[in-house]
């Protein structure tokens, strides 16, 4: 016979843990995205792994894969301050960082901040801009500082930078110096989607009911500027055991003694390429890494930051083919 008297024993939930919580973020900015750009899921997690670790990131893609779209929707899924810069041979470095302006008034000169100053930029088509311009990005993306008319500036503490670049025009366009390719933490590929996600995007797309082409679909925001930060404290206390640090390393060493490269990956990218490893195990809800980790982000973290022989050049062998062969070779700790 039951007792009516009796309180319930059912034990309370536990509480989410840190790792659980940004796995659930990542699933639904997955799903978040999808809602508009179709079939790039793995783009948008480890962009989300940039942002977690204050990594910039480097989209190349055929136009018309939805680049900038893809840019535009996170920011407003994150809903963090975010600003866009078209990049445009006229261009010039304080229409980025800034410029002083004199104010009659005060008689003196006032900084007049330039859209670099904000959380989330997208510097679209960044290789059409002249090596001097795409330069007035360097301080800014290493040391979130500007310095004009010989003063500091500092940019936000979130401040990350997404470019994107077309791989096939030539003309009208300078490719990225090395001393900037390397301050990118990944280099993605933005690909065309599979034949029933570009169905979906006919779909989507191809009829508007508004002139808004997010058409209402964005509702509500997953994570503010409050959260990225608590997630990026989280993220510093993933653990990485001693031999999943030793098979980055190996990794990396293989980059410098494989003959199809002429330049191999230094220490900051396999440091990187490690501190990025913690935050992708956080995104599936692990608070410890795994060989996969690394393995899953090798290409995006070293395809831009090694650099082929004439040998390979000739033979089309690609960076990710050997990156491929690398990742084959290296012995995957149990």
Same mark, same amino acid.
Do not use: W
């Given at each position: ?119 989330? /930029? =997208? $510097?679209?088509?960044?290789? %059409? &801009? ?5 330069? +007035? ?123 199809? /490269? =002429? $330049?191999?990956?230094?220490? %900051? &990218? ?5 501190? +990025? ?58």
């Amino acid at each position: 016979m039951t007792d009516l008297g009796t309180p319930s024993t059912t034990p309370a939930p536990e509480p989410e843990s840190v790792e659980r919580r940004i796995g659930r973020f990542a699933n639904a900015l997955e799903s978040g995205v999808d809602r508009i750009v179709r079939g790039q899921p793995g783009v948008v997690r480890h962009t989300l792994v940039a942002l977690l670790v204050g990594g910039h990131v480097l989209l190349e893609g055929n136009p018309g894969t939805a680049k900038t779209l893809l840019v535009r929707t996170l920011g407003k899924l994150c809903t963090l301050e975010f600003r866009r810069i078209q990049f445009t041979p006229d261009l010039m470095p304080s229409d980025i960082t800034g410029t002083s302006i004199f104010r009659p008034d005060k008689a003196n000169f006032e900084f007049r901040q330039g859209p670099v100053f904000t959380q989330l /930029l =997208l $510097a679209d088509e960044i290789n %059409r &801009a002249p090596a001097r311009t795409q330069a +007035a990005l360097l301080q800014a993306m290493q040391e979130k500082t500007v310095t004009a008319d010989g003063q500091d500036y500092p940019l936000s503490e979130l401040f990350t930078v997404i470019a994107t670049q077309n791989p096939l025009e030539n003309e009208g366009t300078y490719p990225l110096p090395e001393a900037e390719l390397d301050r990118f933490l990944f280099k993605l590929i933005v690909d065309y989607p599979a034949e029933n996600d570009e169905l979906e995007i006919f779909k989507l797309h191809g009829a508007p009911k508004t002139s808004d082409e997010f058409g209402g679909l964005i509702q509500g925001h997953l994570f503010g500027a409050a959260e990225l930060m608590a997630m990026r404290k989280a993220v510093l206390r993933v653990d990485v055991r001693p031999e999943i640090a030793n098979y980055t390393l190996q990794m990396i060493r293989q980059t410098r003694e494989h003959p199809f /490269l =002429l $330049a191999g990956a230094s220490t %900051r &990218a396999g440091v990187m390429l490690l501190r +990025a490893a913690r935050a992708l195990a956080a995104t599936y809800g692990r608070n410890f890494v795994v060989p996969d980790d690394v393995r899953e982000l090798a290409p995006a973290a070293l395809r831009h930051r090694i650099y082929r022989t004439a040998a390979a050049e000739l033979e089309g062998t690609s960076t990710d083919t050997i990156l491929q062969d690398i990742v084959a070779r290296v012995p995957v700790p149990r």
